[in-house]
């Protein structure tokens, strides 16, 4: 049977592998960072800047929960799926819904069936489950699905990993059958005829288990037997510890299959991006460059800038000395400061720029060193930079 | 002695005319629209599109007693004026901050020698003047400069407007004697040596008079006997009847110097300013695209759109069938309205861009037309279609 993507690693440098994957939306050099594009608009930029050469973004995120719940599936199934109703023909992957719905905390009651909970929009109570996950993200149509999963949190015993995990299990099961059925039924609005792929969408496992190194390997080992076309860490930076994340997966990232890509879920940081690739994994997503642009943070090569900062007020410098993109090029600290303290939403839009442009630069770096050898020394050199600000 | 600016017209029907307007940054085509860049920045817009083929704006304006207030002169002056701190490099007109002051209300206090006022950041005593206005402007570094002037209310009496408008005549005098002396000196932070002109700032006087027709025709004279580079209508569009505006610009318009631009301030809507063309104005300046792009609603070519409507939902048109700009080529009005209901500032962006697009692309057609002659079939028709919407 064709499968419904490729991954090929053409580049490898200890744990660190430099690949592609090919999707039925094209072709994706990984390690790769996906921009999150919750209710269908990554915050603050336009489409075509994401596809500009500035940043290129290959595949972004949408958030199945927040796109149930608004507009609603009927829609976007009356739009034609996702990518004709938000305007970008490049991939897309959905999240399952499972951590939005996990977030909630009070507001939600969990079952063997799946997840009772409230909306946050108009207070409704809706009810989410494996099966129904499936079928709102075949109503998407995004390239990538999630399976749906149970997150313990960061701090969770072993007896309640143990049992959250194991539910996560069953769910990943019942998310593959519904899954399998959909596709039969053409339920996929995005399905699209592609060389060597089946045109499908393509489904990813979880691995669950919190800090609980024993849990994780048995989670791991039962979601491959379950049999999955990627496979993503999940449960982590929810308040755990950062050497824990760390700890986690550099045991359970060189265990994951290596002909299939793995993907660490909603991490972090530019650091955190670089550490997680030297051990081993290949797909990236994370809110921290929206969310941080819109509250006045620019990641840099030195290090993380408050434009807030007096400091700035008369700076003529661009936001990175070393970056070249659209923002860095015309305008200044000054200026930025300046539409910041004014409350200008051009601010939050030039911000948000700038970090994509910066998270996805970093990735290429971190792409072209694994390909040349290099990646050791991008990664010393990168490190010691970014505590350049002291911040 | 060489002019800071020129003006040539190349076309005419009736009293409409199409001409080039040639600043020291360059050639503006006329009539023209101005975006207006309050803070330096044309909310929820990046200069980049401004410049692009869609838009195209070849000036745009900056309000000096916003700049004046925030970020300051001082900064703004270190950074070597307001092109490069914004990082613009094509025309910018100022205003003298008088109308932003009398705005204030009850905040304010006007005597011969100017306006005391509170700021409407941080509350403290300011005291803006013709002599303090031109300093501003001169360190905002300018293209064109104007006079600092009284607005009587649109329903002011015959005798409050005539104490007004004569107030306004005395300032422009101090307004013109003050910005002669700040070109001597070299404080206009803009100077730009370009072929055939001063590279010096362009100051623009300012008519007066509300509706009082007597009133505007004395201050006309007397504005023009003091002599600038270009004339503008002021203090229309503050209350009053709409048919008094048309009055006002009808009779005053064609008895303004031939030679020289004349600006309509602070008008309009898109058929307010055909029809101003069609009275014999050359320049414009107008919120409206912007701040109802940022309220949700769209200005097309079969009149106003509200894009909170549910009839929108699952409309797969274009915000306007007829507007090839790049929000029209890319998105549905279900996806704009989605985006709106969802309080996403890609919904801002958006409909910012196309309402610029659409006012732009009005002066395009006016002027082709002014040139080919058809300018009363582009009026008719232009107005019968704006009905379509029946909005």
């Known amino acids: 049977m064709t499968r419904a993507l490729r991954f090929d690693i053409e580049g490898q440098s200890g744990e660190a592998r430099a690949g592609v994957l090919i999707t039925r939306r094209g072709r994706i050099e990984t390690p790769v960072f996906m921009p999150v594009g919750t209710a269908g608009t990554v915050k603050g930029i336009r489409f075509e800047e994401l596809e500009s050469k500035d940043l290129d973004a290959k595949i972004i995120l949408g958030n199945t929960y927040h796109l ?21 023909d490049r991939a897309l992957l959905t999240d399952s ?67 959250s995990m194991n539910l996560t299990t069953r769910w990943a099961k019942r998310s593959k059958a519904a899954f399998k059925q959909l596709q039969l039924d053409r339920a996929d609005t995005g399905y699209l005829e592609a060389t060597d792929l089946s045109g499908t969408q393509a489904l990813f496992g979880i691995i669950q288990g919190a800090g609980h190194l024993d849990l994780r390997r048995i989670s791991l080992e039962e979601t491959v037997d379950i049999g999955f076309d990627g496979y993503a860490i999940g449960g982590l ?34 650091e955190d991006l670089v550490e997680a690739v030297a051990r081993g994994v ?3 997503d994370c809110v921290l460059p929206t969310r941080n642009g819109r509250t006045g943070q620019a990641f840099t090569s030195c290090g993380k800038l408050n434009i807030k900062n007096a400091q700035w007020v008369n700076d003529s410098r661009p936001l990175d000395e070393s970056c070249s993109c659209s923002v860095c090029r015309r305008h200044t600290r000054a200026y930025l400061r300046h539409l910041y303290m004014t409350g200008e939403m051009l601010a939050s839009i030039l911000l948000t720029h700038h970090n994509l ?35």
């Not at 799946?114 to 075949?138: C, I, K, N, W, Y």
């Not at 929810?238 to 290596?258: C, H, L, N, T, Y």
Request: aromatic share 10%; hydrophobic share 40%.
């Open 97 to 163: 819904g499972g951590f939005q719905v996990w977030s909630l905390g009070a507001l939600r009651k969990i079952s063997e069936e799946g997840t009772e909970f409230r909306s946050h929009v108009d207070g409704s109570l809706r009810f989410l489950s494996p099966e129904v996950s499936m079928e709102v993200q075949a109503a998407l149509g995004s390239d990538i699905v999630m399976v749906f999963d149970e997150c313990a949190p960061g701090q969770a015993s072993h007896e309640e990993t143990e049992r």
């Open 68 to 88: 149930w719940l608004r507009p609603g599936i009927d829609v976007i199934r009356a739009a034609g799926g996702l990518h004709r109703f938000i305007g970008w």
């Open 282 to 284: 290949d797909m990236f």
């Open 237 to 270: 930076s929810v308040g755990e510890e950062k050497s824990v994340m760390f700890d986690v997966i550099e045991d359970i990232a060189p265990r994951m299959p290596k002909d299939a890509p793995r993907y660490l879920v909603g991490v972090g940081t530019p």
């Open 357 to 391: 442009a910066f998270f996805l630069d970093t990735m290429r770096g971190v792409r072209q060193s694994i390909r040349s050898g290099d990646f050791p020394k991008f990664r010393r050199e990168f490190t010691e930079r970014l505590g350049a600000n002291g911040e």
